[in-house]
């Protein structure tokens, strides 16, 4: 599979192909966006524009990875020019395992079923059309602008307003809106979707801004990875142990809802169309470390890994000691 990361040295910027344990530089494009759209324009795909864009530069990945190096790791896509451009977003509900943590965060009694499981079971009987039909919708919420994506080794940060931060491990989808408004899948990348679960937990209302937190995406943009089952691994650090870890699977056969209608319900909507943007998907989440009673505290570090995605993606989390002042509003009327 052709994996690209970005990376930059100062002002300089770069896209490499990952050839462990080397990065071989790339020719033309200082963003995974410009390269995206030069092949768009070219009528190639994308990986034989970019290993035709090849140089005979290499670099030592895991001092760049290690951040031993000038040349830093960046996040595998961005909107360079207009990071607003850039929407994060995603789709709950979508594995097996989700659903079960999901339903036990909001259980009401045995004999009634949560609103949360009534969405998936939607999912199972509805979320994988015949071709040429449309599914069911799949839950779906706002995170932010390409402003709140992380790249591995930087801190994931509870804000002071939460109440708890905990990982979330996925794939996302990697999308640039091509300029007659047609989606382009770019490719896959490993993610960390990080969200508020304790303040989820108090009532499932509270999903829409237990959501607006920051995320992180792996090194590594996977421009042709198959997605029926991958499996990967979590772990959670704590002073240099781990105190828990999980074998985790994404992929379609984990999942109720099939990746072609997650993609339809999420650019059906003619503002997700616009061209030129980008847009960074979450698919959901196998199982959490807060559906087993772990609560993270600063300087844990989450630790994700998925099957022919490249690198682990390592965050840790940082909790403020302060607390942020009170938000008004001047009246300008």
């Known amino acids: 599979m052709v994996r690209l990361v970005q990376i930059r040295n100062g002002r300089e910027r770069r896209v490499?192909?990952?050839e462990e344990p080397c990065l071989r530089l790339l020719a033309l494009c200082s963003s995974v966006y410009?390269?995206?759209?030069?092949a768009l324009a070219s009528g190639r795909t994308l990986s034989s524009f970019a290993e035709k864009q090849a140089t005979t530069e290499l670099l030592d990945?895991?001092?760049i990875y290690q951040g031993a190096s000038d040349w830093k790791l960046m996040t595998p896509i961005d909107h360079p020019i207009e990071p607003s451009r850039c929407?994060?977003?995603?789709?709950?509900?979508t594995h097996f395992g989700s659903a079960r943590d999901r339903d036990a965060m909001h259980t009401r009694t045995e004999e009634e079923l949560t609103d949360s499981m009534k969405m998936f079971r939607l999912g199972v009987e509805k979320g994988r059309a015949a071709d040429g039909e449309i599914g069911a919708a799949p839950e779906w919420f706002y995170k932010g602008t390409g402003s709140i994506l992380k790249v591995s080794g930087e801190s994931l940060d509870v804000p002071s307003y939460a109440e708890d931060g905990g990982e979330e491990a996925e794939i996302a989808g990697i999308y640039l809106i091509g300029p007659d408004g047609r989606p382009c899948r770019l490719g896959l990348a490993t993610g960390n979707e990080f969200s508020d679960h304790r303040f989820e937990k108090k009532n499932y209302l509270n999903l829409a801004g237990s959501k607006l937190r920051n995320c992180a995406l792996?090194?590594?943009l996977v421009l042709d990875a198959p997605f029926q089952s991958v499996p990967g691994e979590v772990k959670i650090e704590r002073g240099g142990s781990v105190i828990w870890s999980k074998a985790i699977c994404t992929g379609e056969a984990e999942m109720c809802h099939s990746l072609r209608n997650i993609e339809h319900h999420h650019f059906k909507f003619e503002g997700h169309r616009r061209p030129g943007d980008v847009h960074v998907h979450f698919l959901g989440a196998h199982s959490l470390s807060f559906g087993s009673g772990i609560e993270l505290t600063d300087g844990d570090l989450m630790s994700i890994r998925f099957e022919g995605f490249g690198r682990a993606l390592l965050n840790p989390l940082s909790v403020p000691s302060r607390l942020d002042p009170l938000i008004t509003v001047f009246?300008?009327?």
């Open 16 to 18: 490499a192909l990952v």
């Open 34 to 38: 410009e390269l995206a759209g030069a």
């Open 61 to 63: 990945y895991e001092t």
């Open 87 to 93: 929407l994060v977003t995603g789709t709950g509900l």
């Open 218 to 220: 792996g090194p590594e």
């Open 331 to 333: 009246n300008l009327g």
